[in-house]
């Protein structure tokens, strides 16, 4: 059973940073193009950032790209978002799936993550 666990989230200040991890189990995800898609308050399931197997090819969401860098430790079967330059539109909640950038819609998800910039 493929199965998903996202942490990391939480409340933070306008310009700063939180790192999200997901644990995966059930699969491994050295094989597999994963991603992180957010859903913000007003908006559908947004993507954010896919990356390929072995982590070479990364790619990322206009409203972030500069400021999140996704990566991945296969040895653990888990891959991070590093989120620097928070600002308000950023708050949502944040999914780990199994997909990449162009089936990442029909992926499995873990149950999310809640991140929210405030001051």
């Known amino acids: 059973e493929v199965q998903l666990v996202e942490s990391g989230g939480g409340s933070v200040q306008p310009g700063g940073s939180l790192r999200l991890s997901c644990v995966a189990s059930?699969?491994?995800?050295?094989?597999?193009?994963m991603s992180w898609a957010r859903q913000t308050p007003g908006k559908g399931l947004e993507w954010v950032s896919s990356?390929?197997?072995?982590?070479?090819?990364?790619d990322y969401g206009d409203s972030v790209k500069g400021r999140f860098t996704v990566s991945r430790d296969d040895a653990k079967n888990t891959i991070y978002l590093q989120m620097n330059g928070l600002n308000n539109e950023d708050t949502g909640v944040y999914y780990c799936?199994?997909?990449?950038?162009?089936?990442?819609?029909?992926?499995?998800r873990g149950q999310g993550t809640q991140v929210t910039v405030s001051s």
């Open positions: 059930g699969f491994t995800v050295g094989n597999h193009w």
């Open positions: 990356t390929i197997p072995g982590g070479d090819y990364k």
């Open positions: 799936v199994k997909g990449g950038p162009t089936t990442w819609q029909n992926g499995a």
